[in-house]
């Protein structure tokens, strides 16, 4: 009978503990313009901090943080669940907080053709998250050409 009790209450933690994971997801946490002038390292430091006063340590907040942006703009990509989300849009210096998106990949294996490998094959090192992709420039090439497009048609006065 003990054994049971104790099944059942041990199931049901790790139902509460999977519930709350499962509303967990990633967002981006805008916090504007970056002027370029400070160390990426000390950007990223900033952002951990920030990431501290949502979660009940810095070990914790480091393997919540996605990735850090340090270059055009300053802001990260951790995940959070919906409190989370509510108290960092609270802080004065945070712009924005949205949920991130996954778009359809137009290019296959892109990630392999950039030399980049598969971000769950780094291992879960976070230092090795946040610069997963340094000094790449991901976007889209179009020569705005379609041949049977109405504004091909050249009109000679």
Wanted: glycine share 10%; aromatic share 10%; hydrophobic share 45%.
């Amino acid at each position: 009978m003990a054994a049971t009790t104790t099944a059942r209450l041990l199931w049901g933690l790790l139902l509460i503990h999977g519930l709350h994971f499962a509303h967990s997801q990633v967002h981006i946490v805008y916090l504007g313009h970056s002027h370029g002038r400070d160390d990426p390292l000390l950007t990223t430091r900033r952002h951990v901090r920030l990431l501290c006063n949502v979660f009940s340590g810095r070990e914790e907040a480091e393997e919540a943080m996605v990735y850090s942006y340090t270059h055009g703009f300053s802001g990260f990509a951790a995940v959070l669940n919906s409190t989370q989300v509510l108290a960092l849009a609270g802080f004065e210096e945070v712009i924005s907080v949205f949920r991130s998106k996954t778009l359809k990949l137009h290019t296959t294996r892109s990630w392999d053709f950039m030399g980049l490998g598969w971000l769950g094959s780094q291992g879960s090192s976070s230092s090795l998250q946040l610069d997963h992709g340094h000094d790449i420039i991901v976007g889209v090439l179009d020569s705005g050409w379609i041949l049977n497009s109405v504004s091909c048609y050249w009109i000679h006065a």
